[in-house]
Nanobody, 111 residues
């Protein structure tokens, strides 16, 4: 079981940026796919972005062009750079390395 710890969440104004980090307790080199999910109050958890070992990425339509997912296998880290944030991006963001999940980090976009 891989322990995943997210960081980097917080309160930001619309149009601002945040960078989320996900630290894994062991090597992620052999983990084929990793992703960032989010869950807003009263809504289902949704996949925001995913990245496979080749570096190929996939994004939720509403974040395309604003968010960038990356992974650093040497550091056992995954990142989510979020730019041009909107109030509708407000949610708890979770790191996922199947079948393991982090505890989540709150992102709030508000003026």
């Amino acid at each position: 079981q891989v322990q995943l710890v997210e960081s980097g969440g917080g309160l930001v104004q619309p149009g601002g940026s945040l960078r989320l980090s996900c630290a894994a307790s062991e090597s992620i080199f052999s983990i084929y796919a990793m992703g960032w999910y989010r869950q807003a109050p009263g809504k289902q958890r949704e996949l925001v972005a995913s990245i496979i070992s080749s570096g190929k990425t996939n994004y939720l339509d509403s974040v395309k062009g604003r968010f960038t997912i990356s992974r650093d296998n040497a550091k056992n880290m995954m990142y989510l750079q979020m730019n041009s944030l909107k109030p509708e991006d407000t949610a708890v963001y979770y790191c996922n390395a199947p079948p393991d999940w982090g505890q989540g980090t709150q992102v709030t976009v508000s003026a």
